[in-house]
């Protein structure tokens, strides 16, 4: 019995020895005060015409404009211009292993967690923002998911090497 454990235990080293896990910086959103203006405008603009649409299309009588904007004004104030605090609690990671490469993004509670192995790898794409490696065609892999390696992550060279040699021959390096 503590022989297959020892064989366990190496074999279970082993493959922790060829997984390598990075942990990847995620931008925090900043908008520009024109902009959480030019946000806050829109949001209250798109309230208050959608309210004022149903009202219209029900045959409802209209409020006045005064408190019919009180209600969009506070959503607004509260969409706009407080900090978002699920923010901090974004990060992700890339786990890149002999044969497959997985992707995870963490915000607040949800994991978004996408896994291809090598054998599925349909195309790599390189931009100036980093790689991105799809298991599906463009279009299939916006919807359901694919793996970006940001260019901003310090081991981005090393990822980018190893990844050149995965890669299928219709895929759009730099």
């Known amino acids: 019995m503590a022989a297959y454990f020892r064989m366990f235990l190496e074999a279970y080293r082993l493959m922790e020895a060829a997984v390598r896990q990075y942990e990847m910086p995620l931008p925090q959103m900043k ?3 024109w902009k959480k203006l030019l ?3 829109s949001v209250v603009f798109l309230l208050f015409a959608f309210r004022w649409s149903i009202d219209s299309m029900f045959h409802w009588k209209h409020q006045t404009p005064a408190r019919a904007l009180m209600v969009p004004v506070a959503i607004a104030i ?6 978002f605090p699920w923010q901090s609690y974004s990060r992700g990671s890339l786990i890149l292993g002999d044969d497959f490469i997985e992707g995870r993004t963490q915000t607040g509670l949800l994991t978004f967690k996408k896994h291809i192995r090598r054998d599925q790898i349909k195309s790599i794409v390189e931009n100036r923002r980093g790689l991105t490696i799809m298991d ?3 279009f299939a892999a916006r919807v359901l998911g694919f793996v970006f390696v940001p260019a901003t992550m310090p081991e981005y ?3 980018r090497t190893l990844l050149l040699q995965w ?3 219709n895929s759009r390096l730099l």
Do not use: H, V, Y
Request: hydrophobic share 45%; proline share 14%.
């Open 31 to 33: 908008l520009s005060g």
């Open 39 to 41: 946000a806050f405008f």
């Open 78 to 83: 509260t969409m706009i211009f407080r900090p």
């Open 136 to 138: 599906r065609s463009e």
């Open 157 to 159: 060279q090393e990822i």
């Open 167 to 169: 890669a299928p021959p």
